[in-house]
């Protein structure tokens, strides 16, 4: 995003924050917390990824004071979140730690991150002390299976209008899935979470139902493996996280393992579309989804471009046709609509397919040129 509106000071702490978070924190607002300094923001919310959801904070700056730390704000309903005071065991008894705050440097542009993963940190403690303090005897049976699992989020939520629940996020698979693609353009490490809900309050019972589930992961993972087309197992009466977990993660390697081999297969399926329609125009060299060819039908000359899904070859490709000769009123190319429906065999071998995508070509693209001469005629 841009920075114009903040002082040089509290820029340079949000450009570092951003690009060098191990995590994507993103700023959802900022505004002026004072009337002398027209225009000069200095306050903003961060949307700070956690438990699968963000958790959004205030911090809070000073204009008038540019070297001073910031103050946090955090959510209403963490009011018993105090991350830098310490309670002793007699009642009044407390005292504050040493902190990111404690020798705060507004000049060093690392400390802003600094804070906030300090603040996560002890926020992800606070939300565990929460949840065991839970009286649930299935969800402390719960938690006794997993304990030793790395990396696993917990939240606790309860309210007035809505009954309490302990979310869990749980990372899935000991497998290095940005190494297993060639030339991966992820900057963050992929990685798939199952995010297990209880509902809390309830005491525990060998039949109690299942708590609902759900496979989550970044967006960007989606180019290699769609996560919401996976058939999560059955959760059997009795059943707890500690054995569900590797029947899961046993079928999700499977399919991830499966889609990193497809992409040759996808790749196999372009290189062999050169020697009969000629070299692409432009081609995805990362995940062989897209790729785009110049096709001559006698003076007719178009492109070509093929859209591959995760389920190449099982799922044919689809086809948009672009005329580079014909235009419509906004000056824009004519394209078809997208082509799904043509002769198809997953089960030809890769040169097969372009031979016989060929000779769609061929065919289908009078009926393009006629509907790019009808286009014309229209405007």
């Known amino acids: 995003m841009p920075f114009d509106g903040f002082s040089p000071l509290i820029s340079s702490q949000l450009q570092y924050l951003l690009n060098h978070s191990p995590r994507t924190i993103q700023i959802e607002q900022a505004w002026s917390g004072t009337r002398y300094f027209t225009g000069s923001l200095d306050r903003f919310t961060l949307l700070i990824p956690y438990c699968l959801d963000y958790i959004k904070w205030d911090i809070i700056y000073n204009a008038e004071f540019p070297l001073a ?5 955090f959510g209403p309903e963490d009011d018993g979140f105090h991350p830098f005071l310490v309670v002793g065991r007699e009642e009044g008894d407390s005292r504050l730690v040493k902190n990111s705050l404690t020798d705060w440097n507004n000049k060093d542009p690392t400390r ?43 939240h606790m939520s309860s309210g007035v209008e809505k009954p309490g629940e302990v979310k869990f996020a749980v990372p899935l698979m000991d497998m290095n899935i940005n190494k297993m693609v060639l030339g991966c353009p992820w900057s963050h490490p992929q990685k798939i979470y199952l995010q297990v809900i209880y509902p809390v309050g309830r005491k525990y019972a060998p039949a109690t139902s299942a708590p609902r589930l759900k496979l989550m992961c970044a967006p960007e993972l989606k180019a290699l493996f769609s996560i919401d087309e996976v058939k999560l197992p059955a959760w059997l009466d009795g059943m707890c996280m500690a054995e569900y977990l590797p029947r899961l993660e046993e079928l999700l390697q499977r399919q991830v393992s499966e889609a990193v081999m497809l992409i040759d297969v996808r790749r196999q399926f372009i290189e062999a579309l050169s020697p009969v329609i000629g070299r692409p125009l432009e081609a ?36 948009m046709f672009q005329s580079i000769q014909h235009f419509n009123s906004l000056g824009m190319p004519v394209k078809s609509p997208l082509i799904t429906e043509y002769l198809w065999s997953p089960r030809w071998e890769p040169s097969q397919m ?22 014309q005629l229209q405007h």
């Open 284 to 319: 995805d060299p990362v995940f062989c989804r897209k790729a785009s060819f110049l096709v001559c039908s006698g003076p007719f000359t178009f492109l070509v471009h093929f859209f591959l899904s995760t389920h190449f070859p099982k799922q044919r490709p689809s086809l």
């Open 112 to 154: 802003l991150l600094a804070l906030v993963m300090e603040l996560r940190d002890k926020y992800r403690s606070y939300q565990e002390r929460r949840v065991g303090e839970v009286d649930d005897d299935r969800l402390k049976f719960e938690i006794s299976t997993i304990v030793s699992r790395e990396g696993i989020e917990m």
């Open 69 to 73: 730390a910031p103050d946090v704000i």
């Open 354 to 375: 372009a031979e016989r995508i060929s000779d769609f070509l061929v065919d289908e693209s009078l009926n393009f040129k006629r509907h790019c001469n009808e286009s």
